[in-house]
């Protein structure tokens, strides 16, 4: 998709632009916030069981633990 320079369209065609992006905006399906916000949280909610970030990761799979037995050398 090429590059346009806003400066440098006339004012008829940043008009024409504008109106173009409405005609798509107008065509988009809305939804109140409150009710997104409730999608949102019973997404969350639903998947809180297997988010490694809520549950934590078992020590037996967790590739970062700390291993046992090191040797320092001073």
Partial sequence: M???NIEDL???DKLKME???LKKEVT???M???KCCEEVRDYIEER???DPLVKGVPEDKNPFKELKGGC???
């Fill in 10 to 12: 006339t004012e008829k």
């Fill in 72 to 74: 320092v050398i001073s």
């Fill in 48 to 50: 809180s069981g297997e």
């Fill in 2 to 4: 090429p590059v346009i």
């Fill in 19 to 21: 109106v173009d992006q």
């Fill in 28 to 30: 988009l399906e809305r």
């Fill in 32 to 34: 109140m916030v409150s």
